[in-house]
């Protein structure tokens, strides 16, 4: 089955290390999405990708870092930076037209203590 | 980016259908209309999504006013399942500008 996949569920680390959130998607779709949710709150675009090698800023980037080496990943790593760290991490990806919806992974809740 | 606006909960009975509204006054003339619903620890799950004529799918219909400046999601008849978020969202046509905005939705409370 095609799907997108985030690993893992949970995660905990020591505040000041850095740490990376995998998202895996096998749908064939240029477009990857990061994007990070506060509880009670919506969802707010970290970064974005539209093809391999290329990346984008979102609303807000600062104290994150990505990659896309490969067309089927876009890992995120939360450095050390990252003020308030502790959310619910969320991947998406489409196709690069707008007529088409998004596909979301079922996220990584990261707890920094 | 065109923005919408959604009250922040609705309450309806199982079996009875569900309308949920959006406003998005600033909608500009390539702006598909999206909707998603999510479940508490879950990534958001597509709903449905549309441009100017009302769709239809297994899972709702998507009524849009003819001037677009407001939308309106309809669970033909609701079940405990369909407690949620809902989130009514706008995606650019323009892929450039791919800033997607998710406000903080309608959280539907489905009584039995």
């Known amino acids: 089955d095609g799907g997108i996949t985030q690993s893992p569920k949970y995660l905990f680390r020591k505040e000041g290390q850095n740490v990376t959130l995998s998202c895996e998607q096998n749908?064939?779709?240029?477009?990857m999405y990061w994007y990070r949710q506060d509880p009670g709150q919506g969802l707010r675009l970290i970064y974005y990708?539209?093809?391999?090698?290329?990346?984008q800023k979102g609303d807000i980037a600062e104290g994150y870092s990505v990659s896309r080496e490969k067309k089927e990943s876009f890992p995120l790593t939360v450095t050390s930076a990252q003020k308030n760290p502790t959310a619910f991490y969320l991947c998406?990806?489409?196709?690069?037209?707008?007529?088409?919806?998004?596909?979301f992974g079922s996220g990584t809740r990261l707890t920094v203590v | 980016d065109a923005k919408t606006t959604q009250p922040n909960s609705m309450e309806s009975n199982e079996e009875e259908p569900v309308h949920l509204p959006c406003n998005h006054s600033t909608i500009s003339g390539t702006d598909y209309i999206h909707w998603y619903r999510q479940l508490p620890s879950q990534g958001p799950e597509y709903v449905i999504h549309g441009l100017t004529s009302n769709v239809n799918n297994r899972m709702a219909s998507l009524a849009i006013a003819e001037d677009r400046k407001s939308s309106t999601l309809i669970l033909h008849r609701a079940t405990l399942r369909d407690a949620a978020v809902y989130y009514c969202i706008l995606r650019d046509a323009n892929f450039g500008n791919e800033k997607l905005t998710f406000g903080t939705g309608t959280r539907l409370t489905i009584i039995p």
């Open positions: 749908l064939n779709h240029d477009a």
């Open positions: 990708s539209q093809i391999v090698n290329d990346f």
């Open positions: 998406a990806s489409s196709y690069r037209v707008n007529s088409y919806g998004y596909t």
